[in-house]
């Protein structure tokens, strides 16, 4: 199938609840979560898993966290915290409302949605090329959140997609290759000093 076909087929799969709870919740489990300090989260619609229990864990452990947020020229990761006041942004996608710009270099882990992914990392978008171009200037570690009925073999793959690093769904989660190096360097203690600094302009 070509992108518009996974598309239009994924977006008549049925969405659960429960198994968006199961999605996080097996991601929570991971053993290498609990070193995600500097994460780039986004807020989900209503055909996406939801992202509010790992939200609560990371800030719960005063992680900082940054969401995507609207700007002039596409879009930039904008910080959150427990006193965050939000709105709604493009698309009915929720979305701070000030705006604490953070340098995408500076995330460890950015959590990624999408309409469908497969086993080898790849990811197809709605079609606008958002999240790739937010993803471009990242080591972090790529971290797609999926429902297994949102699986395919292969998703079709541009030059400029990026693929994933590891791929969650509610009955399992897979490393896709080159996972190994950025989760080692995660477990290592990549910490606030390395890399850029966590705002950005």
């Not at 609207?70 to 698309?91: F, I, K, L, S």
Request: with cysteine; aromatic share 6%.
């Amino acid at each position: 199938m070509n992108k518009a076909q996974l598309r239009a087929n994924a977006r008549r799969q049925p969405v659960s609840a429960k198994k968006a709870d199961a999605v996080q919740r097996r991601l929570l489990s991971e053993d290498w979560w609990p070193a995600a300090f500097r994460v780039g989260l986004y807020c989900a619609t209503a055909t996406e898993p939801a992202t509010d229990l790992l939200m609560r864990d990371l800030l719960s452990r005063r992680a900082q966290v940054a969401v995507p947020k609207a700007r002039r020229t596409g879009y930039g990761w904008c910080e959150v915290d427990d006193e965050t006041q939000w709105q709604n942004g493009p698309h009915d996608i929720l979305e701070p409302v000030q705006s604490r710009w953070v340098s995408a270099d500076a995330l460890r882990v950015i959590v990624v949605p999408g309409v469908a992914f497969d086993l080898q990392g790849g990811r197809l978008g709605h079609g606008g090329g958002h999240y790739d171009r937010l993803l471009q200037h990242t080591g972090a570690l790529l971290v797609g959140m999926t429902f297994e009925n949102r699986l395919v073999a292969a998703v079709p793959q541009a030059s400029h997609d990026v693929r994933m690093d590891v791929i969650v769904t509610e009955k399992r989660i897979r490393h896709a290759a080159g996972a190994e190096q950025k989760m080692a360097r995660l477990l290592a203690g990549w910490n606030a000093t390395d890399g850029e600094e966590w705002r950005g302009t």
